[in-house]
């Protein structure tokens, strides 16, 4: 409940009350979202983590190709490179929102061929991607989400992509920022430490907003909802 806050009232999501503005309750076109989304968070928690990926995503985004998919970036080997380690090394990406940007060449590379209908059966919580998905997935539960919930959330997706960059075939050095060389096996064990790291930290985020969940989807959910999601 927030009370001297009659300015949100405005906002959609909010209802005011003789206590106060409080988040109204969950609508049935918004329960439907919080619905899938605790059936994905529990799927995605459950799965067994994987580290293995080493990041090649960023590079299957520019196999064989010619194109830069970030213009500002120079890339800091040429495409010749960039082909000759996307095939030395395994591709086992299984986020959607990653393999969707594969250039077709790299596309039958992948050991899986993810759709976003498959996303809650192969998002798993290894992933840098999933991992920062936690954002999202929070700033979709506004105005029921704690902002220090999602405050946590935003801070770790920043983090996780500045590793997602540095392991890349970009040169970040311009901005202070060095390489994680996952051409190499010591890029490779680098990117895994940081990269399991983020998976721990990512943990109490997805259970709090799996709790989130399951607080809205109660049937008198404005009472149940932790007060500091209202």
């Known amino acids: 409940m927030l009370k001297g806050a009659e300015a949100y009232s405005a906002y959609s999501g909010y209802i005011t009350t003789p206590m106060g503005v409080t988040a109204e309750p969950v609508g049935e076109n918004r ?3 919080v619905e899938w989304l605790q059936r994905f968070l529990t799927l995605t928690a459950n ?12 590079w299957a985004m520019v196999y064989k190709t010619e194109e830069n998919r970030y213009e500002d970036l ?3 080997l040429s495409p010749q490179e960039i082909a000759a380690v996307v095939d030395a090394l395994p591709v086992r990406c299984s986020h959607y929102d990653a393999f969707r940007f594969f250039t077709p060449p790299a596309r039958p590379l992948n050991r899986l061929q993810p759709v976003r209908e498959t996303s809650p059966d192969l998002d798993q919580p290894g992933c840098l991607h999933a991992n920062m998905d936690l954002y999202k997935w929070a700033f979709k539960l506004a105005p029921w989400c704690p902002s220090e919930l999602m405050a946590d959330a935003f801070e770790l ?4 992509r500045t590793l ?3 392991a890349s075939p970009y040169d970040l050095s311009a901005y202070g920022y060095e390489a994680v060389p996952i051409e190499t096996a010591t890029g490779r064990v680098e990117y895994e430490r940081l990269q399991r790291g ?20 109660m049937p008198e959910q404005t009472d149940s909802v932790p007060a500091t999601a209202l």
């Open 31 to 33: 329960r439907t979202f």
């Open 47 to 58: 799965r067994p983590p994987f580290f293995g990926c080493h990041g090649i995503h960023e």
């Open 74 to 76: 120079p890339l800091r």
């Open 157 to 160: 997706a920043r983090e996780i």
């Open 164 to 166: 997602d960059m540095q």
């Open 198 to 217: 983020f998976a721990e930290r990512a943990m109490p985020i997805r259970r709090k907003l799996l709790t989130l969940c399951e607080a809205l989807l």
